[in-house]
């Protein structure tokens, strides 16, 4: 069984207590194309959930032997939300704290204790035969303890969930194909390979490729580099607007993802020319929250306990209120990512990064975007960003501000955002 049935019954909900970080680090052991040995690693069955679960489990992989894996590709670290303390003002800088944020926290976060390896792989027989898929590893309780024993089943109920209806499958969603448990307690989560660069990797390897012609000494060509920038505008929108209609379908059935970032969105393309053949997928559901009405009333369980302490404090009470908040917190993160692909694939690799981002929009301008956008149009290293933010007459700052909007209830959902006239492209 995968996932023991105890632990998975007491998932009713999950959500927030973390959030993912990717260490990006990569190996070559494990050997390509080691076979699973049914004896050693005996299949398990899955216990789905709900009944609704159940009619999608039932076409799950979940006999180990149907698998074949391959070489270790990375792993992801989790950092866990502690405590909760005011906002302080930061980078150096003279401005001006206004009274009313005091009611804003942000979070104080420590490095969790469970730690994912990812794997190549592919299906070994059945239907599906042949079929490339990214193994996520969950450890045992004995390394992991019952966190990561949680985390996977919540990942697996989520998946379930989603794709309950074969014929309305998000494409902007990672599938699910199956799963199994080994001897030593370890979960094992088949994905789909759609694709191993994650939106984190994309804007790395933009900025860093930004960095080493300008260290090169190259002049851009004015012609080549509007081009450039050109082909980029068009493959962040595309990006951001793909991962915003994954989190409109989640939000639609019922589900929060509460662990969005630069790193929890795959790609299925880093080349900016292929732009029009990209499709964007949400991962990383193991922070996954239930919002159905019948699962917000009674105690949170441990991974959901940071979400709703901070609805508490923001004054929603109510199962209503609880899932507004919840949905505005996914929006807020969404935000964070948009600022992130404005900003990071523009610049200079060292330039910016997300927690440098996130200080300087939360801490130094208290999410005052205007203030934040005559600060960053004075240094030239951000340029790019503003530009690309200036488009449509602002339209980019627009949204940007309404998603990282202070009061939870003044931000917009996300088919709202989807529908945003800065992601139809027009501008470009």
């Not at 929108?237 to 989640?250: N, T, V």
Request: contains cysteine.
């Amino acid at each position: 069984m995968l996932v023991g049935g105890a632990v998975a019954d007491c998932l009713t909900k999950c959500g927030s207590s973390f959030v993912t970080r990717s260490s990006s680090s990569s190996s070559s052991f494990c050997g390509i194309g080691l076979r699973l040995d049914l004896n050693s690693n005996p299949p398990r069955r899955i216990r789905p959930r709900r009944a609704v679960i159940g009619l999608c489990v039932a076409s799950l992989i979940t006999n180990s032997d149907s698998f074949e894996v391959g070489r270790l590709i990375g792993s992801y670290g989790f950092m866990n939300v502690t405590s909760y303390s005011g906002l302080q003002s930061g980078m150096g800088m003279d401005y001006a704290v206004s009274e009313d944020i005091g009611s804003f926290k942000v979070q104080d976060i420590g490095e969790g204790s469970v730690k994912i390896r990812l794997y190549e792989g592919r299906v070994a027989q059945g239907p599906l035969r042949g079929t490339r898929v990214i193994f996520k590893v969950y450890p045992g309780q004995q390394v992991g303890g019952i966190e990561a024993d949680m985390m996977a089943a919540n990942e697996l109920n989520a998946h379930a969930s989603l794709q309950s209806s074969p014929k309305d499958v998000c494409p902007h969603i990672q599938a699910l194909l199956g799963g199994f448990e080994t001897k030593t307690g370890e979960q094992w989560l088949a994905f789909r390979d759609n694709g191993k660069y994650s939106a984190a990797d994309y804007a790395k390897i933009t900025s860093e490729k930004m960095a080493k012609v300008i260290a090169g000494g190259r002049l851009w060509n004015p012609f080549e580099l509007d081009q450039t920038i050109k082909c980029r505008r068009y493959f962040v929108i595309r990006l951001l607007h793909g991962a915003m209609r994954g989190l409109s379908y989640m939000h639609d059935n019922d589900r929060l993802h509460q662990s969005l970032g630069p790193a929890s969105v795959v790609l299925s393309t880093v080349v900016e020319k292929d732009a029009p053949y990209l499709v964007p997928q949400l991962r990383d559901l193991a922070f996954s929250v239930d919002i159905r009405y019948s699962q917000l009333e009674g105690r949170p369980n441990i991974l959901s306990e940071g979400l709703w302490r901070r609805a508490s404090v923001a004054g929603a009470s109510s199962p209503l209120e609880k899932r507004a908040f919840g949905i505005a917190d996914d929006i807020y993160e969404a935000g964070l990512l948009f600022a992130y692909l404005a900003f990071v694939p523009f610049c200079q690799a060292g330039v910016m990064d997300s927690i440098s981002l996130r200080r300087l929009l939360e801490n130094t301008f208290q999410l005052d975007l205007q203030a934040a956008r005559e600060y960053c149009s004075a240094d030239d290293r951000l340029l790019e960003a503003v530009k690309f933010l200036d488009l449509g007459d602002g339209a980019g700052w627009e949204l940007l501000q309404a998603m990282l909007n202070r009061d939870y209830r003044g931000r917009p959902i996300a088919e709202a955002v989807v529908n945003h006239r800065f992601l139809s492209g027009t501008f470009l």
